[in-house]
């Protein structure tokens, strides 16, 4: 251990001069563990000391020069999903009372994200997509300075010097890597270089990037790694750190580096117990395993559906024996809600004492069902901080289960219509409209395909435990891919969402989705369903009425009572007229979901909205004759006259 402040070494942190902040703690064996297995926390860990990088005098960016090597490892709780990654930082401070987790790394928030003043260098290792920052994928490292949108980023690989080829890499694999960051300031070149545990550094970098740091790096700066988990939990480790500011940084021993628990990841705690020992340890674990599968699977009561292209899929099939016993062999008091395709229930996980929402439907395995399946996995890479996240499915005999993050305040419908659940004040209703928007814009436009939700209402919105809203219930969603035009399909989806267009023409487009989100927003407003049959005649349709008592110039009068007029009188008029825009009968006339974020964050004047009353509404039909038409469908769910939908065209509407 050098006794210089401004450079250092550790083979595990037994004794180091580290200060800890958040979930973060060192290991009796010396191991940095910056999170466990908690969901919504930070774990931070910093050099206790400032390294001196410059004196306000000196003009020499050659002071700036630094260099840092350090060994970590992601092990997620769920195979293939993680927290948000990890990230090694420079700052000016230890102090981050004000900063956020999930997407923010714990570094900075949506108020000061960019600011000058911030002073913040960050080597991101980024596990999540997160489209408000542009990032590339799910498997990236990122260079930031003074923001979480990266300066520059790369996906994860690294450079076999034997091969002469780049290899990839995947950072939540539970494997231990290596990173070095290397600063010239004379130069003014920062470069990262990735391998794995067992390799030489590589001849060449993932990323080299010209970039002046004088301005950032201030006379002394706190040096340290963050790391934060949000919907979903992960494991991040630091099992070495060597940090030099006038040179080198010192090479890390393998042989004395901590050993990852081996309850979290079989045969990781590997290195310097040689490899006989390793192999020998895999090849027992592999033979218990596949032993223990052949004895579930003989049993009668997990007998699970399992076919030879699932394979493929693997890491995102839960065993069903695991499920049952998550929700207590699926008994009553576990059940959070029910709909007209099945029920779901509340389960937590034995091996990572999760919670999750389990949805427990019916299937024709024969129907379509390799396609479906194809389909639920590409859904379960979605990643936005508004969906609910959909973590994998499981298959029994005629069930199908699907597994998603639990969300502990249930449904928004409850909120606004049930007398159990305390009434949402005018701010948190605004914050649920523009986060529902904000994921039908990723849906849209900002992942890999085109995502139509096709079923978009209060019941399918859920509420974490900030009660900020998630869009969930995938079970009738629909992907193609950008540029292409959607095919035409049964009509699906709840009486008093649906376009006009739909029952014309059978073709769900984004447009119906914004038609269901202008609903939507007006039963967030009014505090009342799009269709009351037990209201009067001319206030049976929500969007008629909104639109009748806005020509009245009484357009306020139709807000939630429940509010008791605590409400900002603009943004209210603001979301009712943007309801009523997105209910035009005319699907071409209905603004985008990027507009639509516009109007909300105000950076774009809503449109005006024309006098006519054909050019707003569910139908063309008349309040008598609409209500005839909504009696004719006694389920929630409308289906044409086509040929009955199979198993993979709907699924489960109710929401958690």
């Not at 990236?140 to 290899?167: M, P, Q």
């Not at 249930?410 to 007398?419: I, R, V």
């Not at 739909?502 to 939507?520: E, I, P």
């Not at 109007?599 to 006098?611: F, M, Q």
């Amino acid at each position: 251990m050098a006794v210089d402040e401004n450079q250092f070494v550790y083979n595990g942190f037994n004794g180091a001069p580290i200060h800890l902040d958040g979930v973060a703690n060192i290991h009796s064996d010396g191991l940095l563990q910056l999170t466990n297995s908690s969901k919504h926390k930070i774990g931070r860990a910093f050099y206790k000391h400032p390294v001196r990088f410059h004196t306000s005098s000196s003009t020499l960016n050659q002071d700036l020069s630094f260099s840092t090597h350090f060994v970590f490892a992601i092990v997620p709780v769920v195979t293939n999903l993680s927290g948000h990654g990890m990230a090694f930082f420079i700052s000016p401070s230890m102090d981050f009372n004000k900063a956020v987790g999930s997407q923010y790394f714990g570094l900075l928030n949506s108020s000061d994200n960019g600011l000058p003043t911030n002073h913040l260098l960050a080597i991101e290792l980024d596990t999540i997509e997160n489209s408000e920052f542009n990032d590339v994928n799910d498997n990236h490292v990122g260079i930031d300075v003074n923001s979480l949108v990266s300066n520059v980023s790369a996906t994860v690989a690294y450079y076999s010097n034997s091969e002469r080829i780049n290899r990839s890499l995947e950072l939540a694999s539970g494997s231990p890597m290596h990173v070095w960051i290397e600063y010239d300031g004379l130069e003014n070149v920062l470069n990262v270089t990735l391998a794995p545990i067992m390799s030489p550094k590589p001849d060449q970098s993932l990323m080299s990037t010209h970039i002046n740091l004088s301005s950032i790096l201030l006379d002394f700066m706190y040096v340290g790694f963050t790391a934060p988990t949000g919907a979903v939990s992960g494991n991040h480790y630091v099992l070495g750190w060597s940090f030099n500011k006038s040179g080198k940084a010192q090479g890390l021993q393998i042989s004395k580096l901590p050993p990852l628990p081996q309850q979290r990841k079989p045969g990781l705690g590997i290195i310097g117990l040689g490899i006989i020992v390793s192999v020998t340890i895999v090849v027992i674990g592999l033979t218990i395993t596949i032993a223990g599968t052949f004895y579930v699977l003989r049993k009668k009561k997990y007998q699970e559906v399992r076919e030879d292209w699932e394979t493929e899929y693997g890491p995102h099939r839960f065993s069903y024996k695991d499920l049952f016993k998550a929700t207590k062999c699926f008994i009553d008091e576990e059940l959070l809600g029910a709909g007209g395709f099945g029920k779901v229930y509340r389960g937590v996980l034995k091996s990572s004492k999760e919670q999750v929402a389990v949805k427990k439907v019916s299937h024709d395995s024969k129907q379509g069902m390799r396609e479906f399946v194809a389909e639920i996995v590409s859904m379960g890479r979605l990643r936005h901080r508004n969906l609910v996240q959909l973590l994998g499915y499981s298959r029994r005999k005629g069930e199908l289960l699907l597994v998603y993050d639990y969300m502990p305040n249930g449904s928004l419908d409850k909120f606004l219509f049930s007398n159990e659940q305390p009434v949402l004040n005018w701010a948190q209703r605004y914050r649920i409209i523009r986060g529902v928007a904000s994921a039908l814009l990723y849906l849209h436009e900002e992942w890999e395909q085109v995502v139509l939700h096709r079923d978009v209402k209060a019941s399918n919105v859920l509420l974490d435990a900030d009660l900020n809203g998630r869009l969930g219930d995938f079970g009738l969603a629909r992907l193609y891919d950008h540029g292409a035009n959607p095919e035409t399909t049964h009509v699906l989806g709840t009486v008093g969402y649906l376009a006009p267009e739909l029952t014309r023409t059978g073709k769900a487009t984004t447009s119906t989705d914004v038609f269901a989100f202008g609903a939507f927003t007006l039963e967030v407003a009014c505090g009342r369903r799009p269709i009351q049959l037990q209201q009067f005649p001319d206030e049976v349709i929500l969007v008629d009425w909104v639109f009748e008592k806005w020509k009245e110039g009484a357009i306020l009068e139709t807000s939630d009572p429940r509010l008791g007029g605590d409400y900002l009188e603009e943004e209210m008029k603001l979301v009712l007229k943007l309801g009523l825009l997105c209910s035009k009968s005319n699907a071409v006339t209905r603004p985008s979901m990027r507009q639509v974020m516009q109007y909300l964050d105000g950076d774009a004047l809503l449109p005006e909205i024309i006098h006519d009353s054909t050019s707003i509404g569910t139908t063309g039909l008349g309040n008598e004759a609409y209500s005839d038409f909504v009696m004719s469908f006694p389920s929630t769910i409308v289906k044409s006259s086509a040929p009955s939908a199979t198993s993979t065209e709907s699924i489960l509407t109710s929401g958690q």
